[in-house]
């Protein structure tokens, strides 16, 4: 079992920045692939972006390389998600999530955070 609790959201103006974390417990944070996905009122849930388990691969959503970056920090059981020039379409309850087998879809991930909200202002 990995146990994940996102923080770092909160209200921004559309062009700011803001830095998600998501801090796993349980079981062994290095051997998982992990992923940030995103879901906006009325819409379903939508690929942000991924980290292997090594962290030498990542992967974005289009709406989002250039402006987001991923990151982890197995050392200390977190995973970022530096988000820049924010947008009011980036408004979403924000989720982290872990996968046995490192893969990055959302059908590939095992476990769930309860998700941070992220409101952008116009």
Known sequence: QVQLVESGGGLVQAGGSLRLSCTAS???FSSVGMGWFRQ???KER???AAISWSGSDTYYADSVKGRFTISRDNAENTVYLQMNSLKSEDTAVYYCAASKYD???I???DYWGKGTLVTVSS
Do not use: C, I, N
């Open 26 to 28: 349980g079981r062994t």
């Open 107 to 109: 059908y590939g991930m």
């Open 46 to 48: 939508d690929f942000v």
């Open 103 to 105: 893969r990055t879809d």
């Open 40 to 42: 906006a009122p009325g």
